[in-house]
């Protein structure tokens, strides 16, 4: 059946805000569903058969998303109808009964599938990506997280492009079909809501492994790249064995299918997608090898293939009851990824690591326009909040209530959270309550974490009275105001802290666990005989912003003697904040005497690991110390960096090259070898600011021997940073030796992309050009695009070149792929923290981009807000 006048085509309207508050539960459930997909790329035939049961007292009809698709017909029992309609993309089926088959039948064109959602091709590789709502725009269905299906899958496709083909769960039955095409059929036996649904198509080899389970079965493991991929899945291959042997022990959790497999495809949205049975990944977060891949690669695809494994408990087997309630899965998934990844090398510099990433994504965010809670109240697209709030803060609400709870008594909550919601779709709240219910606390106040949006401001001072012994802790906090929060309440904030005294470097207290719950306290300390020195939010307790009065020599000393390996490093770090900050607001020289002497007895400290001193000695980067500031003056902010850098490098030199020449170890990827390689680079990089003359010399030596792509790629970017000979050669070089590995490719824009030279906005304007460049690919897109966004120096110029750059990309990009485009657009909305004719300028650009006629809505929402 074709489209009649009566099922015209929607016309756009405005779009409208889906709200939290408006939930209603399904008006049917589908508790079976028989797809039958005949692939091809142009045109794919999708037939679906839905068993559709009406809940108790609805008199709705039964009403399916669709989306991008044509509907060749309908059946109800059989029986081909007339009198459904379509309301936009709603697909409308009046039915009488209580239990209805309802078959459709539809065409889509994965070729022409440019935004990667729904079934698109990838480099003749066909695959879905569904989370949120893309399974609409394979079929008409509920596409909503509380509708939960058991499905059965049957794929046909020419068997020379698509030799393999993969669905969810169990492989079935396999057979040739006439005309050189071939069959396969998969069962999933676990009900799932269609966000987890995905197939996969195409000319795929396979690294097989197996894993027994504490339980004694026997899993069957595959990872499917190309065939020339497969040397480099070892690494990805372990870490899923590691990551499932990880959850047996930590969380009980055992894996529930015969097989598991992970598809790498080169086009993909995000980092990787947790269908049941069959995790579907960006390749980037599955191939490594030394070659051409760094040591941070190489945490990354263990630490996302754990994410996407944990997801089966935390995600599949429990599920989210609906969008706003995303934190629920990723928070907490995020949190078990973290906990895996620290098990596997330094748990310190694994903290430290992803304290520095929520500085860099979620504190701007929060303080922003586009802040919000980590359960929205609500939205008009859906995928602009899969963010680092949901998932970088959630996991650190996650953390709060794992301290709160301790050890055993946060397992017997997540325990009883696993048992309570096994095959259901859960909130926050129910979430929370497993947290009450088996730690025997009351979170009431702690539930301000879910609602309450911006990043909390603790204030912390002591004062001593030494003819008393008594010291007195003042506490205070205050949230500021978020985009429609301007009232808010004071939450509850976990505080790790310990006094030292400074007289004796001795601990004066044991490690205690503060619970700030009132807009302040106070906390007297009887018999403290000499001055005290604060350490507090120790291992980075509660994500909030610490303003202390403490002395840059009191930070010194902590710097120095803190027995919490963070603590040390934060103290550092706020140490380097103050000399920077007061650097870029004076704009003349400032003191640094006391932030070299802290690095220098840090480079020296034989018990340090080197790990730990590399990530330590680190400047904070040019945006936080922006963030720090009440109107951001960028150039400054990147000359006080400059200043402090040269001064560090030039006065320690000789620690520098001490730590470059140091003891070297042969290429492996462990804890060790790797702490001593980010080590040695980060000294190159302090070398090179010596501005001696050698430094590009030395940096391309390095690159030129390197023998693993930690080494080489450390001394590109130094190299693309400055001004030397070597510098166009080393790009060349590299650009030549990796000329067919778009993974790498990447790493050559993005290299350049984030250079500290003053023409960087001129070099990516050029590389937009270059052949090898294309916003249709995701990644190559973020490694031009978005790491220009986050180039502070580059992207505020004070010309606007570096703004009318990102909008003129971002508007192109939305006609291919509006959401990859919708995520490259915060550093546009930060306008508010610049100065007024940089203000102007950034407004200019997003009244343009919200100008756009056909705009997505993707990008007109995070457009929009930013203007407010
Ligand atoms: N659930 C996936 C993960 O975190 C990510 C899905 C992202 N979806 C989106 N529309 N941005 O593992
Ligand atoms: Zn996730």
Redesign the pocket.
């Known amino acids: 059946m074709m489209l009649d006048a009566n099922h015209a085509p929607p016309v756009p309207a405005q779009p409208q805000a889906i709200r939290r508050e408006d939930y209603r539960p399904p008006a049917w459930t589908v508790p079976e569903v028989s797809l039958d997909f005949d692939l091809d790329p142009a045109t794919t035939r999708v037939r679906a058969r839905l068993e559709v049961s009406r809940r108790e007292d609805t008199v709705e009809p039964l009403r399916l998303d669709g989306a991008g698709q044509r509907l060749v017909s309908v059946l109800v029992d059989g029986v081909a109808i007339n009198d459904w309609r379509l309301d936009g993309d709603t697909l409308e089926v009046p039915l009488t009964g209580d239990t209805h088959v309802v078959e459709t039948e539809v065409e889509i064109a994965p070729d022409a599938n440019t935004q990667l959602m729904g079934l698109y091709a990838s480099n003749g590789i066909l695959c879905t990506q569904c989370?949120?709502e893309g399974f609409r725009r394979i079929t008409y269905f509920p596409d909503r997280p509380d509708v939960l299906a058991r499905y059965r899958v049957r794929m046909s496709a020419d068997k020379a492009r698509f030799p393999v083909l993969l669905a969810n769960g169990d492989p079935i039955a396999s057979g040739d079909l006439p005309d050189g095409r071939h069959w396969a059929e998969w069962h999933d036996p676990f009900p799932k809501p269609s966000y987890l649904f995905a197939l996969v198509a195409g000319d795929l080899a396979c690294n097989r492994s197996s894993f027994t389970t504490q339980s004694g079965r026997e899993v069957e493991l595959g990872i499917w790249v190309r065939e020339a991929d497969l040397p480099r899945t070892h690494h990805a291959l372990h870490a899923l064995k590691l990551s499932m042997a990880w959850d047996e022990h930590v969380y009980g959790r055992e894996y529930d299918l015969d097989v598991f497999n992970i598809v790498a495809v080169d086009d993909f949205?995000?980092?990787?997608?947790?269908n049941k049975g069959l995790n579907i990944f960006n390749s980037r977060y599955v191939l490594a090898d030394p070659d051409t891949a760094t040591d941070m690669d190489y945490d990354h695809v263990a630490g996302v293939v754990a994410?996407?494994y944990f997801?089966n408990w935390s995600?599949n087997r429990v599920t989210c009851r609906d969008w706003f309630q995303l934190s629920l899965k990723?928070g907490f998934?995020v949190f078990r990824d973290q906990g895996f990844s620290a098990d596997q090398g330094s748990a310190a510099v694994k903290r430290i690591e992803d304290v520095r990433a929520l500085r860099a994504s979620q504190f701007p965010e929060d303080a922003g326009p586009l802040a919000h809670p980590i359960r929205p109240e609500s939205y008009l697209e859906?995928?602009n909040f899969?963010t680092a709030t949901i998932?970088n803060k959630g996991a650190e609400i996650v953390r709060m209530m794992a301290t709160i709870l301790g050890p055993q008594r946060f397992r017997a909550a997540t325990d009883l959270y696993f048992d309570r919601f096994d095959g259901t779709a859960a909130t926050c709240e129910d979430f929370v309550q497993c947290m009450e219910d088996a730690g025997g606390v009351d979170l009431t106040q702690f539930r301000l974490w879910y609602s309450q949006a911006g990043t909390p401001r603790v204030s912390a001072s002591v004062t001593h009275d030494a003819g008393s012994g008594r010291a007195t802790l003042r506490l205070g906090q205050q949230v500021p105001a978020t985009p429609g929060q301007s009232d808010k309440e004071p939450m509850v904030i976990p505080l790790k802290l310990r006094l030292f005294g400074a007289a004796t470097g001795r601990p004066l207290t044991d490690e205690q666990l503060v619970m700030l719950n009132q807009a302040s306290d106070t906390i007297v300390y009887e018999g403290v005989t000499e001055r005290p020195v604060l350490s507090i939010n120790r291992g980075f307790s509660a994500p909030v912003v610490i303003e202390s009065d403490r002395t840059p020599d009191e930070l010194a000393f902590l710097s120095g003697t803190d027995d919490d390996p963070f603590a040390r490093y934060e103290a550092t770090q706020q140490l380097m904040l103050d000399t920077l900050v007061a650097g870029a607001i004076e704009g003349g020289r400032t003191n640094h005497d006391a932030v070299i002497r802290a690095v220098s007895a840090t480079l020296s400290d034989p018990s340090l690991d080197p790990a730990f001193v590399a990530e330590a000695v680190l400047l904070p980067a040019e945006g936080f110390i922006a963030d720090q500031l009440a109107v951001v003056d960028p150039e400054a902010v990147f000359a006080a960096r400059q200043a402090l850098r040269s001064d560090l490098a030039r006065q320690l030199e000789e620690q520098w090259r001490a730590a470059y020449d140091g003891p070297r170890e042969p290429y492996a990827y462990t804890p060790r070898a790797k702490g001593s390689r980010r080590l040695r680079n980060v000294a190159l990089g302090y070398l090179a600011a010596t501005n001696t003359g050698d430094a590009g010399k030395l940096a391309f030596t390095q690159f030129a021997a390197a023998d693993n792509m930690t080494d080489r790629q450390g001394a590109l970017q130094v190299l693309a940073n400055g001004d030397s000979d070597e510098r166009v050669a080393a790009l060349d070089i590299f650009y030549n030796r990796y000329a067919d590995n778009a993974l790498v490719l990447d790493k050559w824009f993005q290299t350049q992309a984030l250079a500290t030279r003053a023409d960087t906005v001129e070099i990516v304007a050029e590389l937009s050009r270059h052949p090898d460049f294309s916003l249709a690919n995701p990644n190559r897109a973020r490694s031009l695009v978005g790491a220009f966004g986050v180039n502070q120096r580059a992207l505020n110029r004070a010309d606007g070149a570096g703004y009318r750059f990102l909008a003129d990309q971002l508007i192109q990009l939305d006609k291919l792929n509006p959401?990859t485009a919708a995520k490259l657009l915060p550093p546009l909305g930060r306008w508010r923290r610049f100065d007024a004719t940089r203000a102007v300028m950034m407004r200019a650009e997003l009244e343009r981009i919200v100008a756009v006629p056909g705009l997505s809505k993707d990008l007109f929402e995070q457009a929009s807000k930013s203007l407010e």
């Open positions: 989370e949120a949205n995000f980092g990787a997608m947790e994410h996407e997801h995600g990723e998934t859906i995928s899969y998932y959401q």
